[in-house]
C-alpha cells in the first residue's frame, strides 16, 4: 500500500463516523498533490445537497481528530466539500445510485479514434460498465477508463 493510499484510509477511517454522525453520506476522500502542495479532501453528501455550514461542521470535528491522531508527515490543505453535480463513480454504491442516468466515460487511450462518450449507464460489475450511446451498447474494462462521472444536462 503507498503512502497515500494509507493516509486515505485512515482518514476515511476518521471521518467516516464523523460524516456519519451528522447524517451525511461520505463519498470519497483523497489526498493529492496540486501546484506543490498536499491537500486531504473529505467529500461529503446528503440528499438535497451539502451547504456550507454542513462542510464546516464536519471539518471542525475532522480537523480536531487530525491534530490528535497527527499521522500525516507532510504538510498539507485540509478540505470537506460536497462532490459536485458531476460527481465521479468510484464505489459500488456510485454506480448502484447512478443505474439509467447519463454519465460521460473518459479512457485512457482511444477507443475508435475517441477518448470520450456519453450514455445512459445500463450495467456495471466488479471488472466492467456498460452504456447505452445512441441506442448502442458499448462496455468497457473498468481498467480502460481514466473516469466515469455523472454529465450535467442542461
Known sequence: MSRREEYEKKAEELLAPIVESCGFELVDVEYVKEAGNWYLRG?????????????EAVSRAFSDKLDEKDFIEDSYIM????????????????????????????????????????????????????????????????????????????
Open 43 to 55: 467529500y461529503i453528501d446528503k440528499p438535497g445537497g451539502i451547504t456550507v455550514n454542513d462542510c
Open 79 to 154: 478540505e470537506i466539500s460536497s462532490p459536485g453535480l458531476d460527481r465521479p463513480l468510484k464505489k459500488e454504491k456510485d454506480f448502484a445510485r447512478s443505474m439509467g442516468k447519463l454519465v460521460e466515460v473518459r479512457t485512457y487511450r482511444p477507443i475508435e479514434k475517441q477518448k470520450e462518450f456519453c450514455g445512459v449507464l445500463t450495467a456495471y460489475d466488479s471488472n466492467s460498465v456498460t452504456i447505452e450511446e445512441d441506442g448502442k451498447s458499448r462496455s468497457f474494462d473498468k481498467k480502460e477508463i481514466a473516469l466515469i462521472r455523472l454529465a450535467i444536462e442542461f
